[in-house]
Nanobody, 124 residues
Framework: QVQLVESGGGLVQAGGSLRLSCAASGRTLSNYGMGWFRQAPGKEREFVAAISLSGRLIDYEGSVKGRFTVSRDNPKNTVYLQMISLKPEDTAVYYC?????????????????WGKGTQVTVNS
């Protein structure tokens, strides 16, 4: 089993930056592909970014491409989501998730483990 804990969320102004972290325990993160998802009030959970086991394959949702950067540090058992040029529509609870298998996936159902989320609020 793997446990995931997100951190780094908070309140920022539009145009600001924030870096989220996802720390894993129980198993080494090098065994898992990782994803970031978010859910805003009244909205469905949506894909944000994904990174493969090795970090060589990366995928982004279109609205965050060019603004968000996902990375991983396997020796530290941590995955990051660097966010710049934040917009009010980025406001949501952000979740990290882990899955087995090669490559990346934007489909939430393909992920096996989830963190409890961290709140990101972007003021206009």
């Amino acid at each position: 089993q793997v446990q995931l804990v997100e951190s780094g969320g908070g309140l920022v102004q539009a145009g600001g930056s924030l870096r989220l972290s996802c720390a894993a325990s129980g198993r080494t993160l090098s065994n898992y592909g990782m994803g970031w998802f978010r859910q805003a009030p009244g909205k469905e959970r949506e894909f944000v970014a994904a990174i493969s086991l090795s970090g060589r394959l990366i995928d982004y949702e279109g609205s965050v491409k060019g603004r968000f950067t996902v990375s991983r540090d396997n020796p530290k058992n941590t995955v990051y989501l660097q966010m710049i040029s934040l917009k009010p529509e980025d406001t949501a609870v952000y979740y990290c998730a882990a899955r087995t298998g090669a490559g990346t996936s934007s489909v939430a159902a393909r992920y096996d483990y989830w963190g409890k989320g961290t709140q990101v609020t972007v003021n206009s």
